[in-house]
Antibody, heavy 116, light 107 residues
Framework: EVQLVESGGGLVQPGGSLRLSCSAS????????MNWVRQAPGKRLEYVSA????????YYADLVKGRFTISRDNSKNTLDLQMSGLTPEDTAIYYC?????????WGQGALVTVSS | EIVLTQSPGTLSLSPGERATLSCRAS??????LAWYQQKPGQAPRLLIY???TRAAGIPDRFSGSGSGTDFTLTISRLEPEDFAVYYC?????????FGQGTKLEIK
């Protein structure tokens, strides 16, 4: 059974940092590009960041470029998202997803709340 | 970026009825369109990709059609578990984008 389990969410003050992790199992992790997708309260789903299968190339939505860093460790089947310079607009549930263009598998999400 | 507009915003139907949900793109995405279902408190679930290909385990009452800028998700005969929010997503052009969702509610 495919499982993606996010961790590391929580409450952080504006300007702060947070690191999300995603642990993958049940499939060959290294065969899939991976993305982070977020959903702010009452808003549509939004692409955040992507990483290629080998981690060699990374991509970011304009809103997070320069503040977020995506990385993966294929030996540990993990995906990370290092977030800094957080603003209240970054408040959302962050999902770890497999990316084949479409998003086939989703984690349960990690809630990030940016508030003072 | 490509903007996806879904209609209607809310659709009120009864179990057993047919549901037709629309998704319009601001420019062509070819056939690079997917549909997702999201229930309260849950992550989205992939239903359809490549416009009309059902994901594994998705019942055949779900079907997708369209191309270019206009797409449709049809649920032929609604079951109680189908009442949820549905999102379309384009992956033809980066950044990949989603529609704002259609809420399918019980009438």
């Amino acid at each position: 059974e495919v499982q993606l389990v996010e961790s590391g969410g929580g409450l952080v003050q504006p300007g702060g940092s947070l690191r999300l992790s995603c642990s993958a199992s049940g499939f060959t992790f290294s065969n899939y590009a991976m993305n982070w997708v977020r959903q702010a309260p009452g808003k549509r789903l939004e692409y955040v960041s992507a990483v290629t299968t080998d981690g060699g190339r990374t991509y970011y939505a304009d809103l997070v470029k320069g503040r977020f860093t995506i990385s993966r460790d294929n030996s540990k089947n993990t995906l990370d998202l290092q977030m800094s310079g957080l603003t209240p607009e970054d408040t959302a549930i962050y999902y770890c997803v497999t990316a084949t263009g479409w998003y086939g598998y989703w984690g349960q999400g990690a809630l990030v709340t940016v508030s003072s | 970026e490509i903007v996806l507009t879904q209609s209607p915003g809310t659709l009120s139907l009864s179990p057993g009825e047919r549901a037709t949900l629309s998704c319009r793109a601001s420019q062509s995405v070819s056939s690079n369109l997917a549909w997702y279902q999201q229930k309260p408190g849950q992550a989205p679930r992939l239903l359809i990709y490549a416009t009309s290909t059902r994901a594994a385990g998705i019942p055949d009452r779900f079907s997708g059609s369209g191309s270019g800028t206009d797409f449709t998700l049809t649920i032929s005969r609604l079951e109680p578990e189908d009442f949820a929010v549905y999102y379309c997503q384009q992956y033809g052009t980066s950044p990949y984008t989603f529609g704002q969702g259609t809420k399918l509610e019980i009438k």
